[in-house]
């Protein structure tokens, strides 16, 4: 090890980018930061992740940016106005609600449901995946068997169900997203933890004594956690149209909730004069889906270089 | 040692029977499991209704004797798991129960909307695959270009987009505005006693009984529902067509064909595109279930009379029966593609054969 090596200043580029980190702290930010490079040399992913910060963002302070009140609206003067009308940026509703802060407060529904149907998901997924995978045997027969019997369900059709038999609500909702799309995670946290179960720093911590148990959840879902958020990031899209179906239908967040979906549904009355009302939140959906999307292309790319530009 | 040539072609021939014969033990489990995991989940579905099924029919206002009668007629007096064999049994055979709203028995109902549905989605998967597939080809020959971007942006918004949205505002365009396309629906109703389908697939009827100018209308109906799920399976197609494409053109066969003075047409369209085809084929399959799928929410905008209307309109009512019975039928017809696919795999690629 040269003396220049160790000389170089903390966080500069070039310790970043060393060969021979010194540290545990080096290597661990300097992967990071190529990983970063490789991701931001991808504009569409970095607009993806401008979208989703805007999201988080607007649910943050959808209190300090909605101009109006998105429950209660002016029933006596400002129903349905266009957009563009003085202080309605986006127009109203039927119930002479403001379009825009109903949007702002939407973004907090939006994110509430993909954030908990990914902390219910993906763990579940992760487990199934890796236990399957380490175990082998029958073990691993009966949850994939479990696992491809979810896989073959129709999900929009299985959480219309589930929700049917649930009663709407979007916390049911959630829920039945979350039960229909775990089990791709589960395959993949599977294929992850069989191309390394025989290798041998596995071998190694074995010898040492660790349990299964230990095996699993510090050896091997540490190392199955990046291309589950992939899949996770990408799958948010979905997620989202899903939520937003239900809303639609009407199976989703009720009313007078803000929701995007239910949003369209209400406006479908008046879509041939007031087409603004279904419109405006359609875009919304649109733009953070396709953000979610933009994002979770550029993560794979930038994570798993060899299937880049496929 | 040196065996026989016949001894070693029989050995042959026999590890090959036996391989297909592990196979195809292998495929009935699968399908069986499958099945049954449908079962059991529709199953307990339909028990975790909130609604006391007793209750909904004897009224809460019944005496105790006629609620316990009720309840032991039903079978809910029975353990759980003689329920769930109840319950199979009388779905394997058909029997999914009596539709409150329609008051015919489910599948019934379902057999008349069913071929609804697959017409549409039919439409839709032919629209994707005669589109995606050559613009996912132009996308990976032309790869980086300002087609395969354009290509790209198609399909991300195909991902992206609600697809019931897209579909209130293409009304507004094409029906309100241009008046291009029918009001939501299947037929006319002026053709509703003229026209008299025998298959269910009204386009196909049409046509065989020579009634164009129904063959029109029915057209006009179909164009804008039909075009949305091409839409979206056209997204999809296009963006797996371009991936198999590239691995294609990276092969070596591919250099050799341009050494030996192959016209790029005929590299891309007779060698590549044949070898890609093997797996798309399976990404056809799959998109037609999604557009059975993709229907729900298409038909509820367009008023298509098929399952997914079907589907819907029940969950409105609380008809527990007609939903759970519309899941099960859409979850076999998943089950039934993956199948279909998987065989056509086999027997479109000789090297999953020979292994």
Same mark, same amino acid.
């Given at each position: 090890m040269s003396i220049a090596e160790t000389s170089l200043k903390p966080y500069s580029r070039e310790w970043l980018l060393?060969?021979?980190?010194?540290s545990r702290r080096q290597a661990r930010f300097g992967r990071a930061y190529i990983v970063w490079r490789r991701f931001a040399e991808n504009r569409l992913a970095l607009m993806g992740l401008v979208i989703i910060l805007g999201l988080i963002f607007v649910a943050a302070f959808a209190g300090v940016l909605a101009p109006h009140d998105p429950v209660v609206g002016d029933l006596r003067n400002s129903r349905l106005l266009p957009l563009g009308s003085p202080g309605y940026l986006l127009g109203t509703d039927d119930q002479g609600r403001d379009i825009l802060s109903r949007l702002l407060y939407g973004s907090r529904l939006t994110l509430l449901v993909v954030v908990l149907v990914a902390i219910i998901a993906a763990p579940i997924g992760l487990i199934v995946g890796t236990v399957s995978g380490y175990a082998g045997g029958w073990i691993d027969a009966v949850l994939m068997r479990i696992t491809d019997i979810f896989l073959a369900f129709p999900k929009l059709v299985l959480a219309l169900a589930l929700v049917a038999a649930l009663g709407p609500g979007i916390e049911n909702a959630i829920l039945a997203i979350a039960v229909t799309s775990w089990p791709p995670y589960a395959r993949i946290a599977r294929a992850e933890t069989m191309t390394f179960r025989n290798s041998e720093f596995i071998a190694a911590v074995k010898l040492m004594g660790a349990s299964p148990f230990r095996i699993v959840l510090r050896h091997v879902m540490p190392l199955c956690i990046s291309s589950l958020i992939v899949r996770v990031t990408l799958d948010m899209a979905g997620i989202i149209l899903t939520a937003a179906g239900l809303g639609f239908l009407g199976l989703g967040a009720q009313p007078p909730l803000p929701e995007w979906g239910a949003m369209i549904a209400s406006g479908r009355r008046f879509?041939?004069?007031?087409?603004w009302v279904a419109a405006m939140p359609g875009f919304a959906i649109l733009i953070v889906s396709l953000g979610f999307n933009l994002l979770g292309d550029g993560l794979r790319d930038a994570l798993d270089p060899k299937e880049a530009g496929q | 040692m040196t065996l026989p040539e016949t001894s070693v072609a029989t050995r042959r021939n026999r590890r090959r029977a036996s391989s297909f014969a592990t196979s195809v033990l292998r495929f009935a489990v699968t399908v069986v499991t499958t099945i049954f995991g449908l079962l059991v989940v529709t199953f307990f579905i339909g028990r975790v209704i909130p609604i006391d099924p007793v209750l909904a029919i004897v =009224? #809460?206002?019944?005496?105790a004797h006629l609620y316990e009668r009720t309840r032991i007629e039903l079978g809910l007096n029975l353990p759980i798991y003689q329920q769930f064999f109840i319950y199979a049994k009388q779905a394997l055979s058909g029997h999914f129960g009596t539709s409150v709203l329609t008051s015919n028995p489910v599948l019934e109902d379902i057999r008349r909307v069913f071929p609804a549905t697959m017409e549409l989605a039919t439409i839709g998967t032919l629209i994707g695959s005669i589109v995606g597939v050559p613009l996912g080809v132009l996308a990976a020959v032309r790869r980086g270009s300002i087609a395969d971007q354009i290509v790209r942006v198609i399909g991300l918004i195909g991902y992206s987009v609600p697809i019931f949205w897209l579909g209130l505002l293409s009304l507004v365009l094409f029906y309100a505005q241009l008046r291009w396309v029918a009001f939501? =629906?299947?037929? #006319?109703i002026v053709y509703e006693y003229s026209f008299t389908p025998q298959t269910g697939f009204y386009l196909l009827d049409a046509a065989m009984q020579g009634q164009w100018e129904v063959m029109w209308d029915l057209f006009r109906h179909i164009a804008l529902p039909g075009g949305l799920l091409g839409y979206f399976s056209l997204a999809y197609i296009s963006r797996m067509t371009r991936s198999f494409m590239l691995n294609e053109l990276s092969q070596e066969y591919v250099v050799a064909a341009r050494a030996k003075g192959l016209s790029e047409t005929r590299i891309i369209w007779f060698h590549a595109l044949r070898n890609a085809a093997v797996p798309l084929v399976t990404v056809i399959a799959l998109s037609y279930a999604n557009l059975l799928e993709g229907s729900v929410l298409t038909e509820t905008i367009f008023s298509w009379p098929g399952l997914g209307l079907y589907i819907t309109n029940s969950l409105q009512n609380a008809d527990m029966n007609a939903v759970l019975g519309g899941t099960l039928v859409i979850g076999a017809v998943f089950v039934g593609i993956n199948i279909f696919s998987d065989l056509l795999y086999r027997t479109l690629d000789p090297r999953t054969r020979s292994r």
């Open positions: 060393s060969d021979r980190p010194t879509i041939l004069d007031q087409w | =009224g #809460d206002r019944a005496p939501p =629906g299947r037929v #006319d």
